[in-house]
């Protein structure tokens, strides 16, 4: 047991570490962060990111190099459909939006699962495929930015309280996923990411594991749309977009591991949170025309450095075909 | 196994010859035909139902787009062959043509200017199969983190002091922009010489992977990487070179580009982003490796961008485009590059 959270500690020593280092200069340039009010506004904003990154978790550990590049378009796909078809419907019932996004999510990451399932093609591709596909759908459906929320919905957009529902949405979700890890189904994903081969050879039905991992994704990726549908208060069919790339990046921070089996996402949620620190940081600094590379520039440093450290704390050779 | 191995009956070489060549038209020359077919029927369906599809004009400005996304996924073939991926290419496009523009506007001679950025381009590819060499699993991510870091420094380098980010205005020259401008002469010929020079690279590079024992080593290591160690094959100079080779092209593209638009920008490479994975993929390359090649590749530059222009003819924008895009891969992809059962390999 011992061994196992200084293991479990080993893999979060990373992010953990960046996330107390970022914190203090965070502190230390931007002290208005820290405040009840400052603190609100952090959680509004990187919400859509913290689930984004914890809904591609569960797929990263199921293996087959499967990162879900569809995740942004889809979230925003969620988001314009809110805003559009629940709209024009003048659906506006918290309990059928809420259903509606997770429902969506959910069925979208069934499909993807069915096809990287029965289709047999690699992950990658399928959700590549995916991105391009709703990336051209929310524009067909949406073509600029635009229309509104529910109200309820757009009220979360004013950010100056911070017990109010986007924190309850992520306690939610982290309380989803401590239950979740419990579960034997939890165990058959890691082991099918870790080998499949295995996993298929020892009883796991890894059918059923692999649907399992991406409807959890479904209901995460479901509850990032909300958050981003109230963040914005309308429906914007390219904001989701970034999100795929800064997602991964999140993850890649947190130490899960591309190859399968390692893992969760406590690591993500730190590196989301990283993330949004660095941004913090870099916009105390009076860059003027350049702070959006500084920010480009912060986080593809960020990856590769946590990639390299990645490599030198866990003993990963070369994959052998 | 004995050796020499004992003569056999001819009637068994015959029928292993036979069942040789079933397997060539079973894997890569299926995709392969597949895409001609699917090519050729595209090009009769768009000539019939959009008006001026046929012309010489159109067919130049396929061309000329062609020549771009054949030598921006020329890199990701390779890499793919090895069962790698790049998804610095875009980043790299993007800088690339961004300094060259800013090297314009400096003292330096242009021809000069040219070189440093392709040795750039072919440093951060280098760059990018060091790093990712121990994390051949990660490889995409290592590259989108070293593309994200290129793009960020080049802009800041060229930004520095100048009030218009993104962009950069410079003169320019005239020969160079013959080379992908779309009104360019070859030779008083009336079509752009970057669609010669694309030409001639796919022969050369199409020729030495199938007649040169270092092209035969991209086979051998996206194959099985454990008989090309026997074969004394070095898998890291082998995945280092074609990570090289694409940040090369990838910096060519980009040079290209800032011919054919005449102003530095560096969004410019960021629909290359999965376009040079989505024809790679419909050209018949698996992603796993060892097999397709870039003539696979060709075909499937031509069918995206004949999809594109008949698309345009059609009405539809950019966002359509992508939709489509992606709708073809799933199925492209199912014919030729589906993986056998979990139970057929254990």
Same mark, same amino acid.
């Given at each position: 047991m011992n061994r196992k959270i200084l293991n479990q500690f080993n893999h979060l020593a990373v992010p953990l570490g960046l996330v107390v280092i970022l914190g203090v200069l965070a502190a230390m340039r931007a002290p208005q962060t820290f405040t009840y009010v400052g603190l609100a506004g952090a959680v509004l904003i990187a919400a859509p990111l913290i689930l984004a990154a914890m809904a591609i978790t569960p797929i990263a550990i199921a293996g087959r190099g499967g990162v879900d590049l569809s995740i942004g378009p889809m979230i925003g796909f969620v988001n314009v459909t809110i805003v559009v078809w629940l709209g024009a419907l003048e659906i506006t019932n918290p309990f059928a939006v809420f259903a509606f996004a997770i429902g969506l999510a959910c069925l979208w990451q069934f499909l993807l699962a069915m096809i990287i399932i029965y289709v047999r093609i690699s992950p990658i591709i399928a959700s590549l495929a995916g991105y391009m596909i709703l990336q051209g759908v929310n524009l067909v459906?949406?073509?600029?930015?635009?229309?509104?929320?529910?109200?309820?919905?757009?009220?979360?957009?004013?950010?100056?309280?911070?017990?109010?529902?986007?924190?309850? =949405?992520?306690? &939610?979700?982290? +309380?989803?996923?401590? @239950?979740?890890?419990?579960?034997?189904?939890?165990?058959?994903?890691?082991?099918?990411?870790?080998?499949?081969?295995?996993?298929?050879?020892?009883?796991?039905? =890894?059918?059923? &594991?692999?649907? +399992?991992?991406?409807? @959890?994704a479904g209901v995460f990726a479901g509850l990032a749309a909300l958050c981003l549908t109230g963040m914005i208060g309308s429906g914007d069919p390219s904001q989701g977009n970034t999100l795929t790339l800064q997602a991964i990046t999140a993850l890649v921070l947190g130490g899960t591991s591309l190859s399968g089996g390692k893992g969760g996402v406590t690591g993500s949620i730190l590196g989301a949170v990283a993330m949004y620190l660095v941004f913090v940081v870099l916009s105390s600094f009076n860059f003027g025309a350049i702070s959006g590379y500084m920010t480009q520039l912060s986080y593809g440093l960020m990856l590769v450095l946590s990639l390299l450290i990645s490599l030198l704390t866990t003993q990963s050779r070369p994959r052998t075909a | 196994m004995e050796w020499p191995i004992p003569l056999e009956n001819p009637e068994t070489t015959m029928a292993s010859q036979a069942s040789l060549r079933k397997n060539l038209l079973s894997s890569d020359r299926k995709s392969l035909i597949i895409g001609i077919v699917l090519l050729a029927v595209l090009i009769g369906v768009a000539s019939m139902s959009v008006d001026g599809f046929a012309s010489t004009n159109n067919a130049r400005s396929i061309l000329l787009l062609a020549s771009f996304l054949g030598l921006a996924a020329l890199?990701?073939?390779?890499?793919?062959?090895?069962?790698?991926?790049?998804?610095?290419?875009?980043?790299?496009?993007?800088?690339?043509?961004?300094l060259l523009a800013y090297l314009f506007g400096t003292s330096i001679p242009p021809a000069l200017g040219i070189f440093i950025i392709a040795v750039l381009g072919a440093a951060i590819g280098a760059l990018n199969g060091v790093l990712s060499y121990r994390l051949q699993g990660q490889a995409l991510i290592l590259?989108?983190?070293?593309?994200?870091?290129?793009?960020?420094?080049?802009?800041?380098?060229?930004?520095?002091?100048?009030?218009?980010?993104?962009?950069?205005?410079?003169?320019?020259?005239?020969?160079?922009?013959?080379?992908?401008a779309i009104n360019g002469k070859t030779l008083g010929m009336p079509f752009p010489p970057v669609v010669l020079i694309w030409a001639v690279v796919s022969a050369i590079l199409i020729f030495w992977i199938h007649h040169n024992r270092a092209g035969r080593a991209l086979y051998a290591v996206g194959n099985n990487r454990t008989a090309a160690s026997v074969l004394s094959i070095s898998e890291f100079k082998v995945w280092v070179s074609t990570y090289t080779v694409s940040g090369l092209t990838a910096s060519i593209t980009g040079m290209l580009l800032l011919g054919f638009s005449g102003g530095g920008f560096v969004g410019v490479g960021d629909p290359y982003l999965f376009t040079t994975v989505a024809a790679v993929v419909v050209g018949g390359t698996s992603l796993l490796g060892g097999s397709g090649g870039y003539g696979a590749t060709i075909v499937g530059v031509l069918v995206l961008q004949v999809l594109t222009s008949f698309l345009v003819g059609l009405g539809l924008n950019y966002a359509a485009q992508q939709t489509v895009f992606g709708l073809l891969i799933l199925p492209m992809v199912a014919l030729y590059a589906r993986a056998p059962h979990i139970r057929y390999q254990i």
């Amino acid at each position: 047991m011992n061994r196992k959270i200084l293991n479990q500690f080993n893999h979060l020593a990373v992010p953990l570490g960046l996330v107390v280092i970022l914190g203090v200069l965070a502190a230390m340039r931007a002290p208005q962060t820290f405040t009840y009010v400052g603190l609100a506004g952090a959680v509004l904003i990187a919400a859509p990111l913290i689930l984004a990154a914890m809904a591609i978790t569960p797929i990263a550990i199921a293996g087959r190099g499967g990162v879900d590049l569809s995740i942004g378009p889809m979230i925003g796909f969620v988001n314009v459909t809110i805003v559009v078809w629940l709209g024009a419907l003048e659906i506006t019932n918290p309990f059928a939006v809420f259903a509606f996004a997770i429902g969506l999510a959910c069925l979208w990451q069934f499909l993807l699962a069915m096809i990287i399932i029965y289709v047999r093609i690699s992950p990658i591709i399928a959700s590549l495929a995916g991105y391009m596909i709703l990336q051209g759908v929310n524009l067909v459906i949406l073509p600029r930015p635009g229309g509104f929320a529910p109200d309820w919905l757009g009220d979360w957009g004013w950010g100056t309280e911070l017990l109010g529902p986007v924190l309850y =949405i992520l306690i &939610a979700a982290c +309380a989803f996923w401590f @239950v979740f890890q419990r579960t034997p189904m939890f165990q058959h994903i890691r082991l099918m990411g870790a080998d499949e081969r295995t996993a298929y050879t020892s009883g796991v039905n =890894i059918v059923a &594991a692999r649907i +399992a991992a991406h409807l @959890v994704a479904g209901v995460f990726a479901g509850l990032a749309a909300l958050c981003l549908t109230g963040m914005i208060g309308s429906g914007d069919p390219s904001q989701g977009n970034t999100l795929t790339l800064q997602a991964i990046t999140a993850l890649v921070l947190g130490g899960t591991s591309l190859s399968g089996g390692k893992g969760g996402v406590t690591g993500s949620i730190l590196g989301a949170v990283a993330m949004y620190l660095v941004f913090v940081v870099l916009s105390s600094f009076n860059f003027g025309a350049i702070s959006g590379y500084m920010t480009q520039l912060s986080y593809g440093l960020m990856l590769v450095l946590s990639l390299l450290i990645s490599l030198l704390t866990t003993q990963s050779r070369p994959r052998t075909a | 196994m004995e050796w020499p191995i004992p003569l056999e009956n001819p009637e068994t070489t015959m029928a292993s010859q036979a069942s040789l060549r079933k397997n060539l038209l079973s894997s890569d020359r299926k995709s392969l035909i597949i895409g001609i077919v699917l090519l050729a029927v595209l090009i009769g369906v768009a000539s019939m139902s959009v008006d001026g599809f046929a012309s010489t004009n159109n067919a130049r400005s396929i061309l000329l787009l062609a020549s771009f996304l054949g030598l921006a996924a020329l890199g990701q073939t390779l890499v793919a062959t090895v069962g790698g991926l790049d998804l610095s290419i875009p980043f790299v496009i993007g800088a690339s043509n961004i300094l060259l523009a800013y090297l314009f506007g400096t003292s330096i001679p242009p021809a000069l200017g040219i070189f440093i950025i392709a040795v750039l381009g072919a440093a951060i590819g280098a760059l990018n199969g060091v790093l990712s060499y121990r994390l051949q699993g990660q490889a995409l991510i290592l590259t989108l983190g070293i593309g994200f870091s290129l793009v960020g420094a080049a802009q800041i380098f060229t930004t520095f002091g100048s009030q218009y980010s993104g962009t950069v205005f410079s003169q320019v020259p005239a020969w160079f922009s013959n080379i992908s401008a779309i009104n360019g002469k070859t030779l008083g010929m009336p079509f752009p010489p970057v669609v010669l020079i694309w030409a001639v690279v796919s022969a050369i590079l199409i020729f030495w992977i199938h007649h040169n024992r270092a092209g035969r080593a991209l086979y051998a290591v996206g194959n099985n990487r454990t008989a090309a160690s026997v074969l004394s094959i070095s898998e890291f100079k082998v995945w280092v070179s074609t990570y090289t080779v694409s940040g090369l092209t990838a910096s060519i593209t980009g040079m290209l580009l800032l011919g054919f638009s005449g102003g530095g920008f560096v969004g410019v490479g960021d629909p290359y982003l999965f376009t040079t994975v989505a024809a790679v993929v419909v050209g018949g390359t698996s992603l796993l490796g060892g097999s397709g090649g870039y003539g696979a590749t060709i075909v499937g530059v031509l069918v995206l961008q004949v999809l594109t222009s008949f698309l345009v003819g059609l009405g539809l924008n950019y966002a359509a485009q992508q939709t489509v895009f992606g709708l073809l891969i799933l199925p492209m992809v199912a014919l030729y590059a589906r993986a056998p059962h979990i139970r057929y390999q254990i």
